[in-house]
């Protein structure tokens, strides 16, 4: 029983874990631009990969800004930053019917994709 309660604190805890400081994120390095043409192309061919068909996808992307993530406080909450591009995806499933728009969110740092987020309804931000 100790041992559920010790596990459910710290979890608790953890989801109350602050995100970086302002003077952390004054240092951060976001590396070298990217161009929104070539954010676009990199995100589309990954999306190529990982879609059920994705010769059906309509993707609208959004402005590439600078942005980071904190990882999970079990991960170290390190933070990565670099160029973000998000992107709304409408894609055939398994049975040949489109879903409707998912969320997407790309991380760039110095030209090349780094990491990739799947947001779910409620906006927890899965990677993919």
């Known amino acids: ?21 302002p003077a952390e994120i004054a240092a951060i390095d976001y590396g070298h631009p990217i161009d929104q043409q070539v954010a676009e192309r990199q995100a589309a061919a990954y999306l190529g990969r990982i ?23 079990i991960h170290g909450s390190k933070i990565s930053a670099g160029y973000m591009i998000e992107a709304m995806v409408n894609a055939k499933n398994s049975y040949g019917g489109y879903t409707g728009a998912k969320p997407y969110r790309f991380l760039f740092r110095d030209g090349k994709l780094t990491n990739a987020w799947k947001v779910s309804p409620s906006g927890r931000v899965i990677q993919i």
Do not use: E, N, W
């Open 1 to 21: 029983m100790r041992a559920i309660v010790v596990f459910f604190a710290v979890f608790f805890l953890a989801g109350c874990a602050s995100g970086p400081t």
């Open 51 to 73: 879609l059920k068909d994705p010769g059906s996808a309509h993707v609208s992307f959004g402005k590439v800004y600078q942005g980071y993530y904190t990882s999970a406080p």
